[in-house]
């Protein structure tokens, strides 16, 4: 029963936060990796770009709550996501026309479409705090617990419970369909193989007769989808607050890293790999070696490794480590 009791802490507190949150984290740099790999620059305004994509949806969230539409027990900010995406595409589109399409046809060094990112960065954040404000904003309707911690014990009789909360289950789902959706768009449609090609040799993708502007737009669109998904399904799993999608740069950067900059399988697992090394080194194990260990060598302390207000150090570890040893990640990709 002890043990039982020990796994159900550790799913409830270890293994199911850091799914949703790798899978947040993999949606976050799929979106890094693909700017990357196609438009060659590393692109800072990435986790701003979240930000403008999920204040969008909660302002069509409140307009469609001020209507009274909902989905019942599901978040209405479900129904307010393609329009959310659509903003979102409006913006990176329009900051592609005036800022970046300049410096492309001066063909200028990826490090300086970087320093142009980070000025892209602090107006899209800027520009995000004056609409909605500065402080936290929770959207998340509907039913809070798909399965609440007293309903499992009163299920099975064990001393844990077992909560898995409606946003939790969603990031899951939505990110499984998400990336399916986009490596069926790559393999299978004509347009993503072009992005493809354009991703593997600029030169001979253009004497092919591939547009490169198509590329580009079709990129951004993409990327737009991808940062408000993964922005939304963050703010719901958690809160809405501008700075910290800015924060979230590091583990987003780490995972694409990771994985390999420029794969976007890579991506994923790197989201993963960032999401369970955060949340096991910054969680307390007392709790589950308490009811794995024999009463006279109960641990007395906490048993954490790193209090939670460092688990942004530990991705920055995690990517110096993989800078030093193998730059081009776990599978392959372009070293940075």
Not at 51 to 80: D, E, R
Not at 277 to 283: D, G, H
Request: aromatic share 12%; proline share 4%.
């Amino acid at each position: 029963m002890d043990a039982l009791n020990a796994i159900v802490a550790f799913s409830n507190f270890v293994m199911v936060p850091a799914l949703a949150y790798g899978a947040q984290l993999a949606l976050g740099a799929l979106g890094v990796t693909l700017i990357y790999g196609i438009l060659r620059f590393s692109n800072f305004a990435h986790g701003d770009t979240m930000a403008f994509g999920t204040m969008s949806v909660i302002l069509f969230t409140w307009l469609f709550q001020g209507w009274g539409l909902s989905l019942g027990p599901l978040p209405t900010a479900l129904l307010a996501l393609p329009f959310g995406i659509a903003l979102c595409a409006v913006l990176v589109l329009g900051t592609d026309r005036v800022v970046y399409r300049f410096y492309r046809a001066q063909k200028v060094k990826p490090v300086v479409l970087v320093i142009v990112s980070m000025g892209v960065m602090f107006v899209t954040n800027g520009l995000v705090r004056f609409i909605i404000g500065p402080d936290d904003q929770r959207f998340a309707d509907g039913e809070r617990f798909l399965i609440s911690a007293r309903t499992f014990k009163q299920m099975t009789g064990l001393d844990e419970g077992l909560a898995i909360k409606t946003g939790q289950a969603l990031t899951l789902v939505i990110a499984v369909i998400a990336v399916a959706l986009l490596f069926w768009f790559l393999n299978h449609t004509r347009t993503g193989k072009s992005m493809r090609a354009y991703s593997d040799n600029e030169d001979l993708a253009l004497l092919s007769g591939i547009n490169p502007e198509k590329v580009v737009m079709v990129t951004w669109l993409i990327v737009a989808a991808l940062a408000t998904v993964a922005g939304t399904l963050y703010g719901l799993d958690k809160s809405f607050k501008p700075f910290t999608y800015f924060q979230l740069l590091l583990p987003f950067f780490a995972a694409a890293i990771v994985g390999g900059l420029g794969s976007p399988l890579g991506a994923i697992v790197g989201g993963f790999v960032i999401a369970f090394s955060e949340v096991m080194i910054t969680y307390a194990w007392k709790k589950v070696l308490g009811y794995l260990m024999p009463e006279s060598l109960e641990p007395s302390g906490l048993v954490q490794l790193l209090s939670t207000d460092y688990k942004f150090a530990v991705s920055f570890v995690i990517l110096l480590v993989v800078l030093l040893f193998r730059p081009t990640g776990l599978f392959r990709g372009k070293a940075v």
